[in-house]
């Protein structure tokens, strides 16, 4: 019987490098650009590492995902527990960074089954953080769950932030400003204008 082959320390700074240079290729040209050699070169090491530290490229891109996504879901809990969790949400959802990763995801999703999980287990714990804060938020604005349900608020605004982003990349425009207009003059109307993040507490 075989050994498993080893894999590198998860902590490991040759496995960071690796980590943040998929990344980065990730976001500059798509997954299908992402290759055990071009990953090893942006960052700087032997190709042979790549296959080190993850036996597969599905599970480096697993291990992009899962960083940044843990990430996520702390800024987010840390931005929700503002006194403006409305204004946090939606400058939350709207970050083009984080957009542009979950995007580039939803293409290697439909190829690995794998990150398909990964991604939808994440997205509810993202989603499960924002009901609870709308419906508080919602409540405490007076606005009833027949009129609006907060689960149908947090579809929403992942939803528009989603299609700005994909009708932007095939350079369509019409409509944006003035959608953005429209949700940012109902948020002002809740919870006046947003304040800098550091001072929102």
Known sequence: MTSPRRVGAPDAK???????????LLLEEGHAAVSSRRVAARAGLK???VHYYFRTMEELFLAVFRRRAEEGLEQQAQALE???????????STDPAGIALAMAFTGLARQSEAIRREMAEHSERFRAAQVEVLKAA??????SESVVTPEAVAVLVSSISRVI?????LGLLTGHDELLELVERRLRRFEGEPRPLDAVG
Do not use: H, K, T
């Not at 040759?14 to 980065?24: H, Q, S």
């Not at 503002?82 to 939350?92: G, M, T, Y």
């Not at 919602?138 to 606005?143: H, T």
């Open 14 to 24: 040759n496995r960071m490098l690796l980590v943040d240079a998929a990344e980065r």
């Open 138 to 143: 919602l409540g405490r604005y007076g606005i």
């Open 82 to 92: 503002s006194d403006q969790p409305l204004w946090a949400l939606w400058r939350f």
């Open 47 to 49: 190709p042979q590492l």
């Open 165 to 169: 982003s994909m009708e932007r990349e």
